[in-house]
């Protein structure tokens, strides 16, 4: 079976309380076994990275440029695209399940194409354009209903 | 000066209200002298494209797919991808401005790009995700807003 | 029965000489009445955009970058894409067949994956990577190879 | 300092004799700590991933279409994109050096992509397009000569 890939997608740019609830999130992915697959930059997407390191999960950043460097330093593998905000799609695409929290219009595509795919979307005081994200209370929840949720697809394609 | 050309977003599968709505706002566009870009598909996206034509305008459908026979009768040119649903972004950075209409998940996240890209949207009863989104009361307002903010934006530029 | 779409691909910096058989190659897309499709800048590009343009002919750029003022002056319709070199294999999956003259790794990418998609391609002093080109002598004999190998394969869709 | 990733293209269908010599291109790039990008796919992409398994590596798959469970078993971290050939994109700007097999013309994009991109091309039987192609004898030599090559790069960005 391959490991489960959960997307933690949000504002570039965050406030400490964001930022704590996301370092959270990475840290109970992590210590799961599954691997956090975010957009490899600032704010959302390092904390969750920096939560990640901090129990020895596996961090991977798509990055909407070339250049590896752009990666926060908690990515264990930037993967480069060279497609700009294209790489929103690919986050999505790549992930068995999507947290979402606060974040702006790249954030929202980003849950747009999720809920398009059909992918479970979790919700922490994000965008609230669908009844079909989930919306949890703390990081604990949130993790595990995106792991339960990604596990079930699996089974369901088996 | 480059023709200015109007984004046409909205769902494949549409009631008839919505249909003559995009119908009409596809023949404004034509008069007006602009290109219509849109997805290249059915719904809003035919009913637009059918309007352009009836006044004699330009279409250009961007497809998600690789093969130009899936664009609708009325594309004068399908521009193939082979993106997928990554072509909702080329439809907006095609786009000097765009007119949403009612659509799911696939609109939702042109909507997002058109905004996380500083494209002026205009909107048809469409997703209320932003004050950002001017909401137009009919057709004819639509279009009128639509190539204002385009200009606008292409004055700002030269 | 759609519109034929002959690429044209070559180096964006090109002798005279090229510069005036693209220049002819142009001239008699358009006579022929299909569309020419190019990357949308300058050498080869320019030169078969400006050749179409002379006979009232029909030209599409599909550009690396997301600023339609990047076209060349010959482009009727500038695409933007934002994929960077992404958008040689946009030119050639919107090519139903094509012309490649002289040029560097970007040119060889382009016949790369037209070889790949089964797209015929008529060499005109290009790469001889591979005995699928058809090496043409002259503009005129280039064309007229690119039109029955399009139209052939249309009317093998059929 | 970021780890270097060498990426290693090849013909998806490849002889007992290739697919060894690939395997062992694998392991070496393993034993050198570094990580091994590639199509995720069958033959030349499949025997340097078990390769780099052999001997505890990490092996990233950049695959073309949207389905993780189209990697080979040997690929760590596939990594879909939905972007057909186009991903043959992706795995040259994700090398730091490129090892090149035997391959058809998505190999050949892929060596047209790196030498467009200047990223070192290590040769091993492929396509003999340019003289940038760094031609190598044997898997040992190979490896060598990509990781010298990456790790000059690396120092003349520092």
Chains 1, 2, 3, 4 share one sequence.
Not at 86 to 97: K, P, Q, T
Request: glycine residues 12%; charged residues 20%; hydrophobic residues 45%.
């Amino acid at each position: 079976m391959l490991r489960i890939f959960i997307g933690v997608i949000g504002a570039g740019d965050c406030s400490v309380d964001v930022f704590k609830l996301a370092e959270e999130v990475g840290e109970r992915i992590a210590e799961a076994g599954a691997v956090l697959v975010c957009g490899g930059l600032s704010g959302v997407m390092e904390a969750a990275a920096k939560g990640a390191k901090k129990q020895g999960g596996i961090t991977i950043g798509i990055l909407p440029g070339i250049d590896k460097d752009h990666a926060n330093p908690y990515i264990d593998f930037p993967i480069v695209t060279g497609l700009g905000e294209g790489r929103n799609l690919l986050v999505v695409r790549n992930s068995d399940a999507v947290i979402a929290f606060p974040g702006e219009f790249g954030t929202l595509s980003e849950i747009a194409f999720s809920l398009k795919l059909g992918k479970p979307v979790v919700g922490l005081s994000t965008w609230k354009v669908s009844d079909k994200i989930i919306q949890a209370k703390n990081a604990e929840e949130a993790v595990s209903i995106a792991l339960n949720q990604a596990q079930s697809l699996q089974k369901s394609y088996e």
